[in-house]
């Protein structure tokens, strides 16, 4: 099964660039739903730059798509100094798209209810769905943007697995959250994390 969706992704990166455009803007609008959906309203501070949205907007309340732009901007300037041109008009794309979306979703639960009384159980569709979003797009040639791109400039030159970047970045992020808001959300956002982290990999090293 999983070799069977390992195959899906690969003839979807051979195809021509719109429709994997359209891939790419489906996993956005996801990303910007499970942000909305299952982190703001729990206050996870799920690392990456819906971690230090959610952190600002607790701490300083900064609209979080006026600190997700920002952000996604200041990446954009580093993908075009460090990564190929490739990365950079994807992260173009995805700093204009996906701000707008993050926006577009603000009120999402307006019209979803979810029981978030369980903590564990949307830690687990957080860490999971964002997990396999971002691997789908890091595997048809897109780039989601935000801090990912750190790790993908020190993977580019020091050839260190994103994941692990990816994680001391989310752990930083999440220890300034223990310290400022309070350390009972951090148990869910170690989960988040860890499970995104673990799925993203499983879809651009294949799922086994």
Known sequence: MGHKFEDKLKKIKSKNFLFRFLIFIICLYSLALVFNLL???TNIVSGGTNGVAVLLHETLKIDSTISV???YMLMLILSFIFL??????????ATIIYPVFVELTANITNFITIDYSNMI?????A???NGIIMGVILKIGFNPGGLIVIAQIIY?????SISKVNSIISFIIVALAGYFIGLNSVLYAIIVIYLTNIFTDKMLLGIS
């Open 69 to 71: 732009t920002i952000i």
């Open 121 to 125: 159980v949307i830690s687990l569709f």
């Open 156 to 160: 580019k030159y020091f050839k260190i």
């Open 127 to 129: 860490g999971i769905l």
């Open 84 to 93: 190929d041109i490739e990365n950079t008009i994807s992260l173009v794309l």
């Open 39 to 41: 982190l703001v309203p």
